[in-house]
């Protein structure tokens, strides 16, 4: 599987941004879609998630702002963020996990700038 993340860049505080992330190869074996985020000298988090099946969760930092959506028909998994803080700011990573649940799989990053 592979993963293209696209739609960082520079957002406004209290504005918004989607990233996309369009997968390629055996999506039909991921059993979960989810975004991260790291910031220089800190773990990499989970932002978001959503399963096959359409569940999803978020971090209690981004629940009411954050919304992460696939569209199958694209293979293509979005998160929209509302309501940007400064503190939004980082390298965001979209990641697929395979059925296998030990096999996962990331894209490039993109970088993303909450700044006034």
């Known amino acids: 599987v592979q993963l293209q993340a696209s739609g960082g860049g520079l957002g406004h505080p209290r504005g918004s941004l989607r990233l996309s992330c369009a997968a390629s190869?055996?999506?039909?074996?991921?059993?979960?879609w989810g975004w991260y985020r790291q910031v220089p000298g800190k773990q990499r988090e989970l932002v978001a998630s959503?399963?096959?099946?359409?569940?999803?969760d978020y971090a209690d930092s981004v629940k009411g702002r954050f919304t992460i959506s696939r569209d199958s028909a694209k293979n293509t998994v979005y998160l929209q963020m509302n309501s940007l803080h400064p503190e939004d700011s980082a390298v965001y990573y979209c990641?697929?996990?395979?059925?296998?649940?030990?096999?996962?799989?990331w894209g490039q990053g993109t970088q993303v700038t909450v700044s006034s």
């Open positions: 190869g055996s999506t039909n074996s991921i059993n979960r």
């Open positions: 990641n697929a996990q395979h059925r296998d649940l030990f096999t996962a799989y």
């Open positions: 959503i399963t096959k099946y359409g569940s999803t």
